[in-house]
Nanobody, 124 residues
Framework: QVQLVESGGASVWAGGSLRVSCAAN???????MGWFRQAPGKDRDFVASISRSGGSTLYADSVKGRFTISRDNAKNTVYLQMDSLKPEDTAVYYCAAARPWILTSPQASSYEYWGRGTQVTVSS
């Protein structure tokens, strides 16, 4: 059974930084990984994706230059470093493991397994 567990969500002030993590079991970590977010009353949106090796990354325009996705395959963990946070970044952040043939993808349908999410709140 694939399990993904997010952590690190918190309440921060605008302009601040936060790093969220996603720990995965070994089987799920053999795939590309992604981060998505969902604000209250809105659809789940793509944030960032990283290939199995970490050599390829993809970002939503709204976070490009502010967020950085990375992974440590030895620790089965993927990270999302968030800098220059804005109130509009407030959401539940979910990590996801992609289907085996995916390199990186912004499409939620490309991901097979999902964590339960971690809340990030940015106050102005």
């Amino acid at each position: 059974q694939v399990q993904l567990v997010e952590s690190g969500g918190a309440s921060v002030w605008a302009g601040g930084s936060l790093r969220v993590s996603c720990a995965a079991n070994a089987r799920s970590f053999s795939y590309a990984m992604g981060w998505f977010r969902q604000a209250p009353g809105k659809d789940r949106d793509f944030v960032a994706s990283i290939s199995r090796s970490g050599g390829s990354t993809l970002y939503a325009d709204s976070v490009k230059g502010r967020f950085t996705i990375s992974r440590d395959n030895a620790k089965n963990t993927v990270y999302l470093q968030m800098d220059s946070l804005k109130p509009e970044d407030t959401a539940v952040y979910y990590c996801a493991a992609a289907r085996p043939w995916i390199l990186t993808s912004p499409q939620a349908s490309s991901y097979e397994y999902w964590g339960r999410g971690t809340q990030v709140t940015v106050s102005s």
